[in-house]
Every structure is written in structure tokens, then in C-alpha cells.
């Protein structure tokens, strides 16, 4: 009796119903509520909190001409104010390092296709990473194409040999075809020092900070496809090609425009089986079943070079954003992804968008016929005189060549 009376007296019921409220039924409601209402990034599996402070909202474009270009003085030191200190990434690289062991940020969670549609409720909220190098000024109103290159930070050779082609400002005036060279971050110290004056000097160079590997290439392609949209909007199509692929940038700037309805312009693999181990393709390419459990790919484009629209750009950045990404950037961007929204391939032939890994040139090469030449390895005699060529056909030679060797 002295006991029940006691628990009557300290504890009536609705307090020990309010204590196990809040102790069980709260913590649980506020968890619930918390994952509906909340989306997060999926492509890392952890970050710093220094990447939450970059703003990638975009930016709102100039009314004039005068007002898109500041003064060089301005520019660079604009430039210096945004570039960090070599050894000041060392930090961000090591943190990236000691993770990358033992999580790799592409194969977090296997990725399962099809892919469900990107749910419109949830619009993109933010970007994972930081730009320790930006360009945020780099197109202007007459880019209609926007050529995003991924390159390894040690490839100075190939970024200076196609910035005397067609990354060429001359050039881009007229194709309307501008080049950005997308790096990600370096444990040289003594090459991002390099990297820093590269930027300085040309201003055409994003780097961001993740390590810059093969297996984070479809991070690197993602992230060409947020800078594009965020600071290059008024360009309608996005060029992807790797730092080693020669293309004619006349004959593909008017290929693009005869084919303005299609979504996805390129050459095109189908029927591919599904790399595992102990098969005999080459390692880099072997899939686990937990990463992709099918045995073969859907239709997708050949990575080196793809054309996609903005439009078909911004609803495979949206869904990138709900799922893990495969590894494999070119099945998982242009075939896993895209398939979810039936895009309009244009499937470039195989005439005109070449592997070509000899050093023997022909007249197609030149005469607007050829579009990409992919895996291109040719001396510096006979690149000079593919490019003298396609030149000389758009009658631009005079006002360009000026005499000069272009690699």
C-alpha cells in the first residue's frame, strides 16, 4: 500500500506518459521529419565544413559589353585574391588522402538501373565541393558552346597545345566555342604552384577539391556540368572532350547547329558487357556486382567526346544529385542517367568521329568530313599542318596563321 500510494503521490500517469513521450516518441518524429525535409549530396560520402562556404549561386549576367570585361589590372588581382596558397592546400589534400583509402567517394552505395526519376519536390540545394581556381567570368554572350576538358594537373603540354587551336580567343569568335580545362586538386606543391601561374596567365583553368583520379571522373564530369550551368547559362550546348582528342571546330559548330533538335550528339556504344573480374579487359574497368549488378550497359556515348544540350544537362545534374555515381563516367552520365528521360541521340558516324592512334593524316582530317579525332598521336609537323589546312578551308588562314608555329 505505502508503495503504490507513494508512486500515486511522486508519479501520477500522465507524467510518466509525457516522460516516455519525450524520451521514445520525439527523438523519433524529429528524425523522421528530418529525413523527409532534408536532401543531401550524395556524390561524397564526408566533406570538410570549409566546402558549405562557397557560393555557387549564378550570377546574373552584364547588360553591356563594357560591364562584362573589367580592366586586366582588375582580373588578376581578382585572380590572386581567389587562388589559395600551395601550401595551404596541402591540409585539404591530405584530409581527401586519409579518406580516400579506406572510402572512395564513387563507391559509397551500389547504383541500381534504371534509375527512378528525379523527384521535382526536391530542387538542387548545394554543391559538395569548393573551386579553389575559378573562371567565373569566362563566357560572355557569344559563347553558344562551352567545351568542358578534364585534364590531369602535370598535362601543361596538351592544355598549351589546344589553347593554340581552337581554344584560341581568335577562333572562339567565330565558332562561338569556348574552352575551360577542369583540374582537381594536386599533392605537388611545387605543381600547384605551376598550376596557379598557368591560371594567371591564360584564365581558362577550374580547379576543385577532390583528388584528381580516374576513379573521380565522373565527380570531375558533374562538376563541369554545375560550372556550366551556374556560370556559363547563355551557352545552349556543352562540349565534353579529354585533353587528347583533335576536333574541327568549324565543321562541329555547324554539324551541332544542323542538328539543334537532338539532346545528345555523339558516337555511340551499344551492347556492352559489363567488365568483371577475372575477365580480360583491362582492370580500371572492372565492375563489381555490388556496383552495378546487370551484365550489360544501356546505349551511351563514347566518353572522349559528347555533345550534350544544356537543357538535357541541368535534368541529368538534378538526378546525379538523388543517386550514388557509377565510376564509369561516360555509361553513367550518357546511359544510365539520360535514359530516364528518352533524349534525342544523334549518333555521330564512325567516319566522322575516328580512334585513330597512328600517325598517318588524311584529307578528311581537314576537309570539314571529320569531326573528332580521338586518341590523336601525331608529330607536331603533321598537327601543324592538319590545323593549317582546316584553316586555309574557312579561308581564316591570313588572319590567323600571322607565321607561327600553333603546338
Not at 42 to 57: E, G
Not at 69 to 80: A, H, P, S, V, W
Not at 193 to 208: A, F, M, P, R, V
Not at 284 to 302: L, Q, R
Request: charged share 20%.
Amino acid at each position: 500500500m505505502l508503495r503504490r500510494k507513494w508512486i500515486k503521490c511522486r508519479w501520477p500517469r500522465k507524467v510518466l506518459a509525457m516522460v516516455v513521450m519525450l524520451v521514445f516518441v520525439l527523438p523519433s518524429i524529429i528524425v523522421i521529419l528530418n529525413s523527409r525535409l532534408s536532401i543531401d549530396w550524395l556524390w561524397v560520402s564526408r566533406r570538410s565544413s570549409q566546402d558549405d562556404a562557397v557560393n555557387t549561386q549564378p550570377r546574373n549576367l552584364p547588360e553591356t559589353e563594357t560591364s562584362l570585361r573589367n580592366t586586366r589590372q582588375e582580373i588578376t588581382e581578382r585572380k590572386k585574391e581567389q587562388i589559395i596558397e600551395p601550401s595551404k592546400l596541402q591540409n585539404t589534400y591530405e584530409d581527401y588522402q586519409q579518406s580516400a583509402t579506406n572510402e572512395l567517394v564513387t563507391s559509397t552505395k551500389p547504383v541500381q538501373s534504371p534509375l527512378p526519376p528525379a523527384n521535382p519536390r526536391y530542387p538542387q540545394q548545394e554543391f559538395p565541393f569548393r573551386y579553389i581556381i575559378n573562371e567565373p567570368d569566362l563566357c560572355d554572350n557569344t559563347v553558344n558552346i562551352i567545351n568542358v576538358i578534364p585534364t590531369a594537373p602535370n598535362n601543361v603540354a596538351a592544355r598549351h597545345r589546344i589553347r593554340k587551336l581552337w581554344g584560341r580567343r581568335e577562333v572562339s569568335e567565330v565558332t562561338g566555342i569556348r574552352t575551360a580545362f577542369f583540374l582537381g586538386l594536386t599533392s605537388s606543391t611545387q605543381l600547384q604552384t605551376n598550376i596557379s601561374k598557368e591560371s594567371l596567365l591564360h584564365g581558362d583553368i577550374i580547379q576543385l577539391s577532390f583528388i584528381d583520379s580516374y576513379r573521380n571522373l565522373t565527380l570531375k564530369t558533374l562538376s563541369m556540368l554545375h560550372w556550366s550551368l551556374t556560370y556559363c547559362p547563355q551557352a545552349e550546348w556543352i562540349l565534353k572532350s579529354d585533353d587528347d582528342v583533335f576536333f574541327n571546330p568549324f565543321a562541329l559548330a555547324t554539324y551541332i547547329k544542323e542538328n539543334w533538335n537532338y539532346n545528345i550528339i555523339c558516337r555511340m556504344n551499344s551492347n556492352y558487357d559489363v567488365c568483371r573480374l577475372g575477365s580480360s579487359c583491362p582492370s580500371k574497368w572492372v565492375v563489381k556486382p555490388e556496383e552495378y549488378k546487370y551484365k550489360s550497359y544501356p546505349s551511351y556515348c563514347i566518353g572522349a567526346a559528347y555533345v550534350i544540350s544544356s537543357s538535357l544537362a541541368a535534368k541529368l545534374y538534378s538526378a546525379a544529385n538523388k543517386t550514388h555515381p557509377f565510376f564509369i563516367e561516360d555509361v553513367y552520365i550518357t546511359g544510365i542517367i539520360a535514359h530516364q528521360f528518352k533524349p534525342r541521340y544523334k549518333k555521330i558516324p564512325v567516319s566522322r568521329s575516328k580512334i585513330r592512334k597512328k600517325s598517318k593524316t588524311e584529307k578528311s582530317f581537314w576537309n570539314g568530313h571529320t569531326l573528332f579525332l580521338i586518341h590523336l598521336h601525331v608529330n607536331v609537323t603533321s598537327l601543324n599542318m592538319i590545323w593549317r589546312n582546316i584553316l586555309e578551308s574557312q579561308e581564316l588562314h591570313k588572319e590567323l596563321m600571322k607565321n607561327q608555329e600553333w603546338v
